[in-house]
């Protein structure tokens, strides 16, 4: 029992934090209908830049954030002012190839700029465990959940209550209707962009900070497609859960079964049941069923 | 030179090769593939192999993507269980190598058909994630059911005998190669002239309609991923041979990224794109390495970045292409052959 409640909290912390890389994914797709499979790098370049900007400068974290966020939301705006500009109106797969072509340039990059060793950041939080009762949590782990939770709360009051963030909504629900209103949605692209580079980014600190940074951290964004299929593509709400389902099962998964397949089975458990929900909700658990019109 | 094409009739009008000038140069073409091996050294021949059984992975990946429209993630997977079901009817079985090509074909055919069942209710980016979780599930069978399939070490099998003739080199193995790469063209160039083709490209246009016009889309569907796994099975059993040996490093989710890469880069619906798509993806990394491997003997520190420039050069080519030519290679070719048409007279 101790191993069973110890797996689902570490596991539903785990899944908080995929929950803000998840929420970066949905923001773009929401907005501008792709599939951002450079979202694992996103994350990766983040990583790097915070690593770079505590290690080198030895800036203290309450200045790295802030830089990271600039970097990032520059990032998310250069990708889709050069390049995703203009494969407006490209059908589905030549969009994915792009975003796949631009995780390739970008892990390439980082291979260049920083090597491929692997590097542990200086410890952001204090190193005590957290005790709950029985259960242990890594400091980690226990810290950069809450930070994960205060970035995607901050972004969901940003979406409900901000004008940039009611646009963005406006946006995603119809495009022409938003342009009528005097919304500008090639803005919104950009800044649905920037913003999900930033979430990526965020959750690329909090992932390194746990585990080390390396270019083959964007691996972890592999994951983000069982969680935003769970949830429905274009839902926040779906976003965030399916995190937590993700993160548990695939806890829950390593944990047990593991031992009987020497491994693996913790990055694989979160597809199989993605093909389950898929058969039996095509659409994910809150995506929007589209009704298609000749 | 030739100039303007007048059909009278409709089989003219649906004919492969339109016109004197194409089966001519068809020819020559033959002649050439025929008498490359002669000429070329090991290197080429090798190289020749590669981009061969290539070729027919990826016009297996071109009937799915580029004519039904149906994107899959999972290409390198299906290569993969027809390399690995080669392996195993060969070395267990002592079946001969003749037996092994159609029937890795059809057991890759039978996984696409379990992968594209569920295609008619997952439409677009769903079906696409879950051909990716078929990669990943394939790939991880590869890698842990060790008593079929060796685990990570894999499996060596012996060379291919064809009527006890014994294909040990690069040489013999390349009319082989050959032989399957025409056989694999052809039908594909032909399938689109027939009912079922046609009815792919309807499903691939609008798949509402294509059913409003009496297409059974599960039918169909699962055709496309029933041909698509069954080249990509021989493609596969071909891969195997010809190295003699399996592992799953031969196929990761980067293999099925590097075949969509050949569809887009070659041109989507086009038989014609795959090939060039597949020969430009085989020689393209090649070329880089040896530019690199130059650089590196002028600047010995180079040899660090020998990996990751590769990286960033692949992914600069698939959005260069993309946002400047995303019709591809085929386009391309044709550009160059209209060209030539009227040459020199252009106007």
């Known amino acids: ?294 | 030179m030739h100039i303007g094409d007048f059909k009278e009739t409709y089989s003219s009008d649906q004919a492969v090769f339109i016109n004197a000038t194409s089966r001519f140069w068809l020819g020559v073409l033959f002649a050439v593939l025929f008498l490359f091996p002669f000429v070329a050294g090991d290197y080429l021949l090798f190289m020749a192999n590669l981009a061969g059984i290539t070729i027919i992975g990826a016009v297996g990946l071109n009937i799915l993507t580029g004519f039904t429209g149906l994107i899959s993630l999972g290409h390198a997977a299906f290569i993969g269980v027809g390399g690995y079901t080669a392996a195993i009817l060969s070395t267990r079985f002592d079946l001969p190598f003749l037996l092994c090509l159609p029937l890795s074909g059809l057991m890759a055919a039978f996984f696409g058909i379990i992968v594209g069942g569920p295609s008619l209710r997952l439409k677009g980016l769903y079906l696409c994630i879950a051909t990716l979780a078929a990669q990943l599930i394939l790939e991880f069978v590869f890698v842990h059911w060790e008593s079929l399939t060796g685990g990570i070490r894999g499996m060596n099998i012996s060379p291919p005998q064809i009527f006890g003739y014994v294909l040990d080199n690069d040489f013999k193995f390349y009319f082989v190669t050959l032989v399957m790469v025409i056989l694999c063209v052809t039908f594909a160039r032909n399938l689109f002239r027939t009912r079922v083709g046609r009815a792919f490209i309807a499903i691939r246009d609008r798949d509402i309609s294509a059913e409003l016009m009496g297409i059974n889309l599960l039918q169909y569907k699962t055709y496309a991923f029933a041909l698509s796994s069954f080249m990509a099975g021989i493609s596969g059993c071909l891969w195997v041979n010809f190295l003699k040996t399996v592992t799953p490093e031969h196929f990761p989710l980067m293999e099925s990224v590097r075949y969509l890469a050949m569809v887009i880069v070659g041109g989507m619906g086009s038989i014609l794109g795959s090939i060039l798509g597949a020969i430009f993806m085989t020689i393209v990394p090649e070329l880089i390495s040896t530019f690199l491997g130059f650089l590196v003997n002028i600047f010995p520190t180079a040899m660090s970045f020998l990996f990751p420039l590769q990286q960033v050069i692949f992914g600069l080519l698939i959005v260069i292409f993309l946002v400047f030519e995303p019709h591809g290679l085929a386009e391309i070719w044709r550009r160059i052959k209209n060209y030539f048409h009227l040459w020199p007279f252009e106007h």
């Not at chain 1, 390049?83 to 995780?103: A, D, E, F, K, Y």
């Not at chain 1, 990059?109 to 491929?116: D, P, V």
């Not at chain 1, 994960?148 to 901050?154: D, E, N, Q």
């Open chain 1, 1 to 294: 029992m101790d191993i069973f409640l110890q797996l689902i909290t570490s596991g539903f912390l785990v899944g908080g934090i995929y929950a803000l890389i998840a929420l970066g994914f949905v923001l773009i797709y929401k907005a501008t209908n792709i599939i951002n499979f450079a979202t694992g790098e996103f994350m990766m370049i983040g990583a790097y830049i915070f690593y770079s900007l505590m290690v080198y400068l030895k800036l203290s974290p309450f200045i790295g954030f802030p830089i990271v966020i600039i970097c990032a939301a520059l990032l998310g705006f250069l990708v889709e002012r050069l390049i995703l500009r203009h494969m407006l109106g490209q059908p589905n797969i030549s969009i994915i190839m792009v975003t796949i072509g631009l995780g390739s340039i970008l892990l390439g990059l980082a291979e260049i700029i920083w090597g491929s060793s692997f590097r542990s950041f200086p410890p952001l939080f204090p190193r005590k465990p957290i005790i709950l009762g029985e259960i242990v949590l890594r400091s980690n782990l226990f810290y950069g959940f809450l930070m994960a939770m205060v970035v995607v709360v901050v972004f969901l009051l940003l979406f409900k209550y901000a004008k940039v963030g009611v646009a963005m909504r406006a946006t995603a629900n119809d495009q022409m209707a938003a342009f009528s209103m005097g919304i500008n949605v090639k803005t919104m692209f950009t800044i649905s962009w920037a913003f999900g580079a930033i979430a990526a980014s965020l959750g690329g600190i909090i992932i390194g900070n746990i585990g080390g940074v390396q270019p083959t951290l964007g691996h972890i964004g592999l994951k983000i497609f069982p969680i935003v299929i769970l949830g429905g593509l274009d839902s926040i709400i779906g976003a965030v859960l399916g995190g937590f389902i993700v993160g548990i099962v695939e806890n829950l998964a390593g944990g047990y079964l593991d031992p009987y397949f020497h491994g693996g089975v913790k990055d694989l458990a979160p597809f199989v049941v993605l093909i389950f929900i898929l058969l039996i909700k095509p659409h994910g658990l809150f995506g929007t069923k589209e009704i298609e019109r000749l």
